[in-house]
């Protein structure tokens, strides 16, 4: 029977889906799974007959359970994946450049993101993810050239590569110019997508690009057109051919963006044709229909607010507080709740249910002192059985991953160096200050928080939640200050760490007071997550501390928290976000786009319930590229995505965050601007390679840095593991 990767009925109100199994990722395609085979047989739903792939995925053999839901319905499937479950298949790296072996020689190091300067750029090092895959996809390659005959004939008829390269251009030429004449079918907005699937397709051909990069792209769909030019089929992965079944199918303007099973063409909607009511009755139905839509993905995600949610965590905390035999008012005091931070296996194997890889993840985290803590007030907000699955992103956050335990313990050691995707130790000029703009800098006084978060950038200098160390010397912040005064083009000041408001009330105040006695600082922001993890932190005293700085047109005073999922949001949170406002201080949200909460309209619904509380969207990151949190990494396509189809139907106060990318050393790229990034090449895994501006472009001559990221095949690999319907996610492959 199918099981496991279907996308029907769920535990929670949905969207629209369909009955038959979604584990399928090319655009227009669905597959099924039959009676009594668990493999994915991949069809196209936009072209004749099913097509009868000979690669099929394979999972490891996955008992059927059934999930019995709160108030007592059945159901075999569970809101969000877990960390231990149904191993997706992961292409294989082989011989990275990195460490030294014992007898001298240079081999593998998987671990560390590698940079090099490759002529004006630098770069992540290509040789990390070259594959090896044992894998038999004709049918791939089928699809592949039935996507574009027209490429295939040129390749097939090219004696050598660059013939082939002249002969691509020439097409992509010819259809580029095809666009603008008056005399095609081809609607304006698919127009668009064929000039910026064009664009793409030349970068990636361009010679500059292999040099860069040392692959090309076009070499490998040379020699698949070509078999007698030696290809095997195992050197690229079925994530590479699906990248080019998309691009060709975008250059031809048969992208079946907007219509599922045939191309947009030239038209006129029908509340164009007409006007005045008529016309405003007929817009309303189309805009009706889309509200709905919204409507039914929202409901997907329940946050903490809603009563339910409420009542299942009263429950939680009186498990919990019987646990420590303790009160209500120790709850609510909170050198209680960091007194009782759970920082080893016992209580959390206690309180709630984990699966065998948590448990072994977490035992391994402590025995290798692998910074880990959870308070006892966020433990509460995890559903008590994985069954009830909406804790997913709140476990996420606190409960590592095994690869992430191993990299760390392997690691212990020099994961100063490792881990630094961002390249602190090269943008900070002296002890306790981070700078990467001309107007702001990074002071970072506290060097620990109430718990961990599995992916923090600074991963690499924690060495243990609540560290009694963490608390930087007076020596230090004295000789930081000085450097802040000398600085006199720095007014913009980001206290953060760690987490200062873990710090002690009359030491968080001393800080602030040298701070705001830095004549030209007109702005101190406070990074903290405290509402969300520890929100009973924010009592009168810590709010006055605050109001005390806080200066209208003189100096502001704000705080910028980090909340990654509705279901982070409380009624504690509400009250701690409010008590700061009434001091008339604003409390700004820097998501991070992970697995967890990048499912269709699942951040929106985030942005929605920041704003109930009080909360403004600030910065939508797209996860950092390290190699030890690889798991929780989003495509780049995947968060333009999201922008262009789900935040741009919030209203716009709702929606006030910018995505961008952090470039290592250098800082933030909006990654919404076409001028400040490109797609360079597609690797034989499927990962694009994207080549970054700096922010100062136009400013300074500052060189562009090569990003590797994570294939998309492999993210939608996932989600359907999680039960998505993929045809959600069918245009992702043309956001570049």
Known sequence: M????????????????????????????LCHTSPGNRNPVWTDSGHDGPVQARYRLT??????????????????????????????????????????????????????????????VFTDAVEMVKPRFELDYSAYLDRLWQANPEIHRLLRQSEDLEAAREAIYTYLEKAERKIFEIDNDFHILEKATVRESIRAFKSIIGPINEHRTGVSALGHLWKLARPEEGSTGK??????????????????????????????????????????KLASETRTEI???????????????????????QNWRRENKSRILKYFKADEADWKNPSWQLRHVIRDAKPLFDLIELTSGQKEAVEKAVA?????????????????????????????????????????????KDRSVIFDFMGEHD????????????????????????????????????DEVLDPKAMASTEQIESAIA???????????????????????????????????????YRIRIGTRTPVVLPMRWTERLADILAEFHDPGRREVCVVTHVEHPYEITPDTLEAVQNIRRRGISIYNQQVFTIENSRRYESAKLRLDLRQVGIDPYYTFNMKGKEETRRYMVPIARILQERKEEARLLPGLDRTDEPVFNVPKLGKNHLRSWQDHRLVMILPDGSRVY??????????????????????????EELASRGENLRDYRTIWFYY
């Not at 433990?379 to 606190?398: C, E, F, K, N």
């Open 483 to 521: 450097w802040l005064k000398a600085h006199r083009s720095i007014g913009d000041i980001l206290i953060t760490g760690g987490d200062p408001c873990v710090m002690k009330d009359e030491s968080f105040r001393r800080l602030l007071a040298r701070v705001a006695a830095i004549e030209h600082v």
């Open 691 to 716: 080549e970054f501006h700096p922010w100062e472009k136009n400013i300074h001559p500052t060189p562009p840095y090569n990003y590797i990221d994570v294939p998309i095949y492999d993210y939608l």
């Open 2 to 29: 199918s099981i496991a990767f279907t996308a029907g009925k769920k535990n929670f109100p949905t969207a629209d889906t369909t009955d038959s199994a979604t584990f399928c990722a090319p655009v227009s395609t």
């Open 235 to 276: 050197d690229v992965s079925v994530g590479f051919l699906l990248e080019f079944i998309n691009l060709f199918r975008g250059v031809a303007g048969q992208s079946n963006i907007y219509f599922e099973t045939k191309e947009a063409k030239k038209g006129i909607p029908d509340f164009l044709l007409k006007e005045g």
């Open 287 to 309: 805009l009706d229909d889309m509200g709905a839509t919204v409507s039914k993905y929202l409901k997907r995600y329940p946050s903490g607010l809603d009563p339910d949610v």
């Open 427 to 462: 943008t900070s000029p002296i002890d306790l200050i981070t700078r990467r703009y001309p107007g702001i800098a990074i002071l970072k006084p506290f060097n620990t928080c109430s718990q961990i978060c599995v992916y923090c950038q600074r991963n690499w200098e924690i």
């Open 59 to 120: 999972f490891p053999a996955v008992k059927p359970r059934i999930i019995r839901k709160r108030g007592g319905s059945r159901n075999p499937y569970a809101a969000g994946g877990r960390f231990s479950n149904m191993g997706t298949k992961k292409s294989k790296r082989t011989q990275p450049v990195g460490r030294t072996g014992d007898d001298g020689s240079t081999r593998a190091d998987p671990t560390r993101i590698q940079t090099k300067i490759i002529d004006d």
């Open 368 to 412: 290798h002192h692998i910074p880990f803590g959870i308070t006892p007030y966020y433990l509460s907000l995890m559903d008590r059985q994985l069954a009830i699955g909406y804790d997913h992103a709140v476990r996420a956050q606190v409960i590592p991953p095994p690869e992430y335990v191993e990299m760390m313990a392997e690691h212990r």
